[in-house]
């Protein structure tokens, strides 16, 4: 496990996405609100990046092929100091290096992501690049439950069961929703854990939100001495922290109005001031 300085509060996260969101004018909240926990965790206790370095040789590697909630890991970039305040207060505008995709230009994102299915099957190739190589660098995935629609997730499951890569691990943003409406509504998935334990992953399911529980089910499956790749099944709510957000799928593309942002941002800081 690798311990950090950096608390990465979620309250804090959840404010800088906000504070870009409207500075920005640009979508995704509630998608970037569902993963803000995962992440937290994620940097601040598993994430190896050798001298805080995000382009070190040895370093683990993170792939958010759910691209589209890239404001959540630029919120964590910036708690690492990778990303300067003017980052933020200029997301959008011309000339920003920030987009509302992951784009791998910026250093700390691994991959160009938003074509949904794409991340995943890039860091399918990137834990066999490091099992060829015989290194100890882990890969994680963070897809979303809408794109496991996608024929690559699967390909790719495949391709990491047969090859064993046991240094993989992908996390499922089980939030219930896609772009165009619920999961049960546009395509039924079912019991996501069973689908990838039938693919040859060891999987688990989780509250999402909660940080212990994903601290320990992450160290649990990475000392399994199965050599599966990994499946960790996160349950979440979309716009979680936010109580007109939550659950509501218009966040995936409404924007922020000065009156939305207000009432945002203040139940978010009562939880933070």
Known sequence: MVETQIPFDSKTL???ILDMAYAGSTVHIGCAFSIVELLAVLYRSHLRYPDNDPQAPHRDYLILSKGHGVMAQY???RELGWLKDEAFTGYFSDGSDLKGLSDSRVPGLE???GSL???FSVAVGMAMGSKLRDTDQKTYALVGD???NEGPI????LFAAHHELQNFMVIVDENGFQAMGSTEDVLRLGSIQAKFESFGFEAVTIDGHDESVIDSAICALWA???RKPKALIAKTVKGQGVPFMEHNNMWHY???DAETYAKARSAVARDIL
Do not use: D, F, Q, V
């Open 154 to 157: 699967w390909e790719g499951a």
């Open 224 to 226: 399994s001495a199965s």
């Open 254 to 256: 409404t924007r922020l």
């Open 117 to 119: 299915g794409h991340g």
């Open 146 to 148: 809408g794109e496991i």
């Open 75 to 77: 919120a964590c970039m």
């Open 111 to 113: 991959a160009t992501t």
């Open 14 to 16: 959840r404010k800088t």
